[in-house]
């Protein structure tokens, strides 16, 4: 079992930066691939990074450049550093844990409960 949460959402004016962090539970933490995706108002959810366990990355097209994922093994931990926020990144996001490394918008076996993130305009 993996137990995931989600901090760091907020509102920001476009063009501002925001950090997520995602903490997981259990020891078996490194054994996970680690995936960001997020859900706005009356859409589908939608991938957005994952990060395998040995820091291997891929990036929706939307967000490469702007967004960085990380992991932290020490504090069981994973990040998305989200820079020169657009008003259409505004969304809930959700953090999730994978055995597999599966880029893309897969079914994760573990889900965080989301955190509101809101870009201004």
């Known amino acids: 079992q993996v137990q995931l949460v989600e901090s760091g959402g907020g509102l920001v004016q476009a063009g501002g930066s925001l950090r997520l962090s995602c903490a997981a539970s259990g020891r078996t933490f490194s054994r996970y691939a680690m995936g960001w995706f997020r859900q706005a108002p009356g859409k589908d959810r939608e991938f957005v990074a994952v990060i395998s366990w040995s820091g291997a990355t891929y990036y929706e097209d939307s967000v490469k450049g702007r967004f960085t994922i990380s992991r932290d093994y020490a504090k069981n931990t994973v990040y998305l550093q989200m820079n020169s926020l657009k008003p259409e990144d505004t969304a809930v996001y959700y953090c999730?844990?994978?055995?597999?490394?599966?880029?893309?918008?897969?079914?994760?076996?573990?889900w965080g409960q989301g955190t509101q993130v809101t870009v201004s305009s």
């Open positions: 999730a844990a994978d055995r597999l490394f599966r880029p893309g918008p897969y079914n994760y076996d573990y």
